[in-house]
């Protein structure tokens, strides 16, 4: 069953920055966090991973707390494109079990011009 | 960019007939995943597949269910008896030891 808790939903103006909140408290220590997000029905598309450090790509930002209980996805400009079911996954890596991913609720953020 | 495909987009079945479903992972992937929404619901993991055996299967994936890697670039779903309960859409995903990245679904209706 999904580890983590996000709020339902969020909304946020164009051109600003999107913090999405993630709590995942029994995440264990080789557990990572998933960020995927799903427009409409499309496919899970996925955003970025992390275990400890922040990471950074050309989509978003993931803040991890220093002890892991949680972590934030900003998306550092919003567009109207943004708006979507964003879910936080916690999970082993792929390569070293192949465990599945529990999507959970999410949040559906939208984004207004 | 490389991406997973899937065909059909759309496939409309009678109660009781076998579907085959099919996907393309991303050529260098190594792990192979099957995953399902029914309307209005989650995405649920239906079953993994590695090194061409099933790694693992969700309580979902009954004998209705089989996976096949006929060949070395398609990823096939197959469901030999249709239920109602079995319309959602399907989505294959592929990874290598990084995150799994989804096909765009297919939508499966069951008449």
């Known amino acids: 069953d999904a580890k983590t808790t996000q709020p339902p939903s969020m909304d946020c103006a164009e051109g600003r920055a999107a913090n999405l909140p993630c709590n995942h408290s029994t995440i264990s220590g080789n557990e990572y966090v998933y960020w995927y997000r799903q427009i409409h029905s499309q496919g899970p598309q996925y955003i970025i991973h992390g275990l400890k450090n922040n990471e950074t790509n050309e989509m978003a930002s993931l803040i991890i707390t220093e002890d892991r209980k949680s972590s934030t996805l900003i998306l550092p400009h919003a567009t109207l494109r943004d708006t979507a079911v964003y879910y936080c996954?916690?999970?082993?890596?792929?390569?070293?079990?192949?465990?599945?991913?529990?999507f959970g609720r999410g949040t559906q953020l939208t984004v207004w011009p | 960019e490389p991406e997973v495909t899937q065909t059909p987009s759309h496939q409309v079945t009678q109660m009781g007939q076998e579907v085959i479903l099919r996907c393309v992972p991303i050529s260098n992937h190594l792990y192979f995943y099957w995953y399902r929404q029914i309307l209005g619901q989650k995405v649920e993991f239906l079953v993994s597949f590695y090194n061409n055996e099933i790694s693992e299967k969700s309580e979902i994936f009954d004998d209705q269910f089989s996976v096949e890697r006929p060949d070395g670039s398609n990823f096939t779903l197959k469901i030999r008896s249709t239920k109602l309960e079995d319309s959602a859409m399907y989505f294959c995903a592929s990874s290598d030891s990084g995150a799994e990245f989804f096909g765009p679904g297919t939508r499966l209706t069951v008449l």
């Open positions: 996954i916690v999970s082993f890596d792929r390569g070293s079990t192949l465990g599945r991913l529990y």
